[in-house]
């Protein structure tokens, strides 16, 4: 069984588009996260979700909005899309990551390969 | 703000012995990761580090100096899958309530035989 899943894997499309891209985690976790990695290969928080609730949202333009209908859902719209958002976006979860006392290690989804033209 | 630096690449023979070194600096330090990432694939965890030492995992250790914001990741026996980008993420101070790591740029590390 999949833990993290994303869809779609890859996405191509034309600049000023609107898109999805959607995840899931079965493993009960509360918070989850969606993660930008660049052609430099850099991994960049962008937002993460705990119990429903924004954390922390990291200098994103705001056309890049996260929706989490449920604990096990983390969805990122993205509206107006620019040629710098072709990257690969990665959503993750983790169990809690609050008390930063435990050892507490993020699952990742597959990847989207995003692509504008 | 929080800074990491590890090396681009590196290229070792199999069976062999990398260290793969990570170094940074943080406000605040609550815990070090290391993960694995093949090309077109997901990260996926190897180690954690909160305290000064070593911590052996089967062919892979990973090593913490917290007073000289050091680590490395140890590859024994050597394997050609283990060919992938190796990444340093460290968990600094709280913000916004949460220990989000952050992630060095990765080492991709080729095994030739």
């Known amino acids: 069984d999949t833990a993290v899943s994303q869809t779609p894997k890859y996405l191509v499309t034309q600049m000023g588009n609107d898109k999805s891209i959607k995840c899931e985690q079965n493993?009960?976790?509360?918070?989850m996260y969606w993660y930008k990695q660049d052609s430099k290969k850099f991994l960049k928080i962008m937002f993460s979700?705990?119990?429903?609730?924004?954390?922390i949202n990291e200098t994103v333009p705001n056309r890049f909005s996260p929706k989490s209908p449920d604990k096990a859902h983390l969805n990122l719209h993205i509206n107006s899309l620019e040629l710098g958002d072709s990257a690969v976006y990665f959503c993750?979860?983790?169990?809690?990551?609050?008390?930063?006392?435990?050892?507490?290690?993020?699952?990742f989804g597959p990847g989207t390969r995003l692509l504008v033209l | 703000g929080q800074n990491i630096d590890q090396p681009t690449e590196m290229t070792a023979t199999e069976g062999a012995i990398v260290q793969i070194n990570c170094t940074y600096q943080?406000?605040?330090?609550?815990?070090l990761f290391w993960y694995q990432q093949h090309a077109g694939e997901a990260p996926t965890f190897l180690s954690y580090?909160?305290?000064?030492g070593l911590e052996e995992k089967g062919r892979f250790s990973s090593f913490l100096s917290r007073s000289k914001g050091y680590s490395y990741l140890l590859l024994k026996e050597l394997q050609m899958k283990d060919s992938a980008s190796y990444l340093c993420?460290?968990?600094?101070?709280?913000?916004?309530?949460?220990?989000?790591?952050?992630f060095g740029r990765g080492t991709s590390l080729i095994v030739h035989p």
């Open positions: 993750a979860s983790s169990q809690d990551l609050l008390t930063g006392a435990a050892q507490e290690t993020q699952y």
């Open positions: 493993l009960g976790h509360d918070t």
């Open positions: 979700y705990n119990n429903k609730e924004l954390i």
């Open positions: 943080t406000s605040g330090f609550n815990g």
């Open positions: 580090n909160v305290l000064d």
């Open positions: 993420a460290v968990r600094g101070a709280p913000a916004g309530g949460s220990y989000i790591p952050t």
